[in-house]
Nanobody, 113 residues
């Protein structure tokens, strides 16, 4: 079955960096558009970044220039490099196989001042 497992979350200070990973299985990863979403405290889940099978990328305005999404088709992994983190980036981050209701369990990112 389809599985997505996020890792790499944690606690960091404002201005710090974290790299999230999402390990996938059960589908043809190389042909899939993948997305990273987040849900902050008291907020709705929102799209953060996407990467297509052709490596085209999209970023929400709030993270553009600070976050980078990438993929490794040989390892069925998708990454989210997060630099210059801000307190408002605090959220649970989820990996998603786009166009399908396939989500990971989420990984907590907490940014303190």
């Amino acid at each position: 079955q389809v599985q997505l497992v996020e890792s790499g979350g944690g606690l960091t200070h404002s201005g710090g960096s974290l790299r999230l990973s999402c390990a996938t299985s059960g589908f043809i990863f190389a042909l899939s558009t993948m997305g990273w979403y987040r849900q902050g405290p008291g907020k709705e889940r929102e799209l953060v970044a996407q990467i297509t099978m052709n490596d085209d990328t999209y970023y929400t305005a709030a993270v553009r220039g600070r976050f980078t999404i990438s993929r490794d088709n040989a390892k069925n992994l998708v990454y989210l490099q997060m630099n210059n983190l801000k307190i408002e980036d605090t959220a649970v981050y989820y990996c998603k196989r786009e166009s399908y209701d396939n989500w990971g369990q989420g990984t907590q990112v907490t940014v303190s001042s």
